[in-house]
C-alpha cells in the first residue's frame, strides 16, 4: 500500500527534470563564492523576490537564523508572532547561538500580529530595557491555516517598523503559496523587508534548500554568519540546480495544491468525529480537531496509517495536514475516505 502523506510539503521527492538538471550542473567551490549553478540560482531568487542580492542556505531554519543573527546583536530584541515558526519550532537559535531575545505577541487567526500591540512592543530608550532592532513576519503562517498576508498588512508593519528605525524579516518559506492564493506577484509581498527567506524544499519540491534575499551589504553579512553556522557548502550546486528548476517551474503549480487542500477540508467537514474550517483554507495547509473522544489522538494516527494515511499530531486533538506535490484529487478522495472509515469504526 502506498501512503498518502499529509504530514508535511516537505516531504515532496525531487521532480524528473530536478534530477535531470542536478545530474548536468556546472560546479565549483561555492565558499570562493565560484559555483556557477548556485550564482545562478541566487541571481534567479534575488529577481524574482525584487531584492539586490540572495544567499543559498540548508534550510528555512538556517535562513531565519542567519537572518536574526545578521539584524541583531547580542541582547538585543526581535517582535515576533507566538505563533510562529521561528517561535515555536526552531529549537530557539536565536537565543541560544544569538543571544538575541524574543518578545512574543498574539498572532491573530489571520496570522497577522496587531499594529498597534507591534507598536506597543517597540522598547523606548531605557536603561531597563533591551534594544528593539527586528520584527518577524511569516507569510504564509504555518499555524494559522496557511493564512496568507496580503502587502498592504506587511507594507504597514515595515511603515511602523521604519518610524521607529526597526528592520523587518520575512519568513517567506510558502511566499509563494500566498503570491499564488492572493494573485499578486511576489515582489509586492516581499516590498519593503529587510530580508526574505524562501524555501526551496517545501511545495516547490526541491529536495534542500532555502534562499534569504536581502541588500547587497546584508547578504554579505549574512554569507559570514552562515559560515560561522558551518553552513558554507562547496559544490552546492548539486542543490541549487533543483532550486532553479522550483522556482522557474513548480509555482504556477500550486494553486492546484490549494484546490485540493480546499476540497480535503470541504470532505472532512461532513465526518462526524471532526471539525475542520474549509472556510479558512486558503493555501496548503489545514488543521483538524478530532471530536470523538472514543480514540486517544495516538490510537487516531495508528489507525489511519493503517489504511495508508499519515498526517502530523500538532496538539492535543489537533492535526495538521498538509497537500503537496504527488497528491492529486484521488490521493484527496482516498483520504477523506480513511478518515471516514476510522471514525465509522
Ligand atoms: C513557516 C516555516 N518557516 C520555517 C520552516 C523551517 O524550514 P526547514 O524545515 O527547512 O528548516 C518551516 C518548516 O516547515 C516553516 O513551516
Do not use: W
Not at 511569516?138 to 515595515?158: F, K, P, S
Not at 489522538?297 to 493503517?306: A, P, Q, S, V
Amino acid at each position: 500500500m502506498s501512503m498518502i502523506d499529509l504530514r508535511s510539503d516537505t516531504v515532496t521527492l525531487p521532480t524528473p527534470e530536478m534530477r535531470g538538471a542536478i545530474f548536468q550542473a556546472d560546479l565549483g567551490d561555492d565558499v570562493f563564492a565560484e559555483d556557477p549553478t548556485v550564482n545562478r540560482l541566487e541571481a534567479v531568487a534575488a529577481n524574482l523576490l525584487g531584492m539586490e542580492a540572495a544567499l543559498l542556505v540548508v534550510s528555512g531554519t538556517m535562513g531565519n537564523l542567519t537572518c536574526v543573527l545578521a539584524h541583531c546583536a547580542r541582547g538585543e530584541e526581535v517582535i515576533l508572532g507566538d505563533r510562529s515558526h521561528i517561535f515555536l519550532n526552531e529549537a530557539g537559535g536565536m537565543s541560544a547561538l544569538g543571544g538575541v531575545f524574543p518578545h512574543i505577541i498574539p498572532n491573530q487567526p489571520d496570522g497577522t500580529m496587531r499594529l498597534k500591540e507591534i507598536e506597543a512592543a517597540v522598547r523606548t530608550e531605557n536603561i531597563h530595557f533591551p534594544h528593539t532592532r527586528l520584527i518577524c513576519l511569516e507569510n504564509t503562517h504555518n499555524r494559522c491555516y496557511g493564512a496568507a498576508l496580503t502587502a498592504e498588512y506587511t507594507a504597514a508593519v515595515v511603515s511602523t517598523a521604519k518610524k521607529r528605525g526597526i528592520s523587518v524579516h520575512l519568513d517567506g518559506s510558502r511566499i509563494f503559496n500566498a503570491a499564488v492564493a492572493l494573485g499578486v506577484d511576489v515582489r509586492e509581498l516581499a516590498r519593503g523587508a529587510d530580508s526574505v527567506n524562501i524555501c526551496l524544499s517545501k511545495g516547490l519540491a526541491a529536495p534542500v534548500g532555502s534562499v534569504i534575499c536581502g541588500s547587497r551589504e546584508f547578504i554579505g553579512r549574512a554569507r559570514r554568519i552562515r559560515k560561522m553556522l558551518g553552513g558554507g557548502m562547496r559544490q552546492a550546486g548539486i542543490i541549487a540546480a533543483a532550486g532553479i528548476v522550483a522556482l522557474e517551474g513548480m509555482v504556477d503549480r500550486l494553486a492546484e495544491d490549494h484546490r485540493n487542500a480546499r476540497r480535503l477540508a470541504e470532505g472532512i467537514a461532513g465526518i462526524r468525529g471532526l471539525s475542520t474550517e474549509p472556510d479558512r483554507v486558503c493555501t496548503n495547509i489545514l488543521y483538524i480537531d478530532l471530536t470523538d473522544r472514543r480514540f486517544s489522538d495516538e490510537e487516531f494516527l495508528e489507525r489511519l496509517e493503517k489504511r495508508g494515511v499519515r498526517v502530523s499530531h500538532t496538539g492535543p486533538s489537533r492535526f495538521r495536514m498538509l497537500t503537496h506535490h504527488g497528491i492529486g484529487v484521488p490521493e484527496i478522495d482516498a483520504a477523506i475516505a480513511a478518515l471516514r472509515s476510522v471514525l465509522q469504526e
